[in-house]
């Protein structure tokens, strides 16, 4: 059973191009959850989607970002016109269900690095 | 809003001595309680977690953690280090949202250990 796979691991875009990351989560598990690693500085969550659900999106900033996790594919975590703030690790992680269909622990994937040059 | 602190940015241990890395949380109820271990480079691996029972908690890597209530505290220790434990090592504390589960994880800082041979 494979991890969680990020790609790419590292990304590098201009200022005002946009930036697309992917992440198929564990087999079996039909949650995932996006977090930002900036520098010097612990996850902060960015998002948590189901299959074609984003269940709680509050940690998203209000503008640029968006993320989508669709019945057939990859979750995507997509970042519009980058600026050199977006400069981050992008980790993804899925959780399954258990026995009482409830999420349980998340499971991390490796993280793309963006870099905004 | 739950929170998590994690007091020691970086702590120095010689190899094969004890080790304790502490982590106090502010939520409002009883939390899920989760320590991490990233490498350079690499996504999170979960050492151990806590969400219900004994408040004593057995890991990976011969990590232990214990829940203290009245202390707010969830501190991660281990008898004997190896260098192959430096790392940044990362607590987090869950809320129990509506599936029950591990819903978008807040996460301390980070507590970097430095292994002296």
């Known amino acids: 059973n494979a991890g969680v796979m990020q790609n790419p691991r590292h990304l590098v875009r201009r200022r005002g191009q946009e930036a697309r990351l992917r992440c198929s989560p564990m087999?079996?598990?039909?949650?995932v959850y996006w977090y930002r690693q900036l520098p010097e500085e612990g996850l902060k969550f960015m998002v948590y989607?189901?299959?074609?659900?984003?269940?709680?999106e509050s940690g998203m900033p209000k503008e640029r970002f968006s993320a989508e996790f669709p019945k057939e594919g990859p979750s995507i975590l997509r970042i519009q016109q980058v600026v050199r703030g977006d400069s981050a690790a992008y980790f993804c992680?899925?959780?399954?269900?258990?026995?009482?269909?409830?999420?349980?622990?998340?499971?991390f994937g490796q993280g793309t690095r963006l870099t905004v040059v | 809003a739950q929170s998590v602190t994690q007091p020691d940015i970086h702590i120095t241990v010689s190899e094969g001595a004890s080790l304790e890395l502490r982590c106090n949380y502010s939520?409002?109820?009883?939390?899920?309680l989760f320590w991490y271990v990233q490498s350079p480079g690499q996504g999170l691996q979960l050492l151990l977690k806590y969400f219900s029972g004994d408040t004593l908690v057995q890991g990976i890597k011969g990590f232990e953690a214990e829940f203290k209530r009245s202390q707010s505290s969830f501190n991660l220790r281990k008898p004997s280090v190896h260098w192959s434990d430096a790392a940044e090592y990362f607590c987090?504390?869950?809320?129990?949202?509506?599936?029950?589960?591990?819903?978008?994880?807040?996460f301390g800082k980070g507590t970097h250990l430095i292994i002296q041979p």
């Open positions: 987090a504390v869950g809320a129990r949202g509506s599936g029950g589960g591990a819903d978008g994880l807040t």
């Open positions: 992680a899925s959780s399954p269900l258990n026995a009482q269909g409830k999420n349980t622990e998340a499971f």
């Open positions: 989607l189901q299959k074609e659900n984003i269940i709680d």
């Open positions: 939520y409002g109820a009883t939390p899920y």
């Open positions: 087999k079996g598990h039909s949650h």
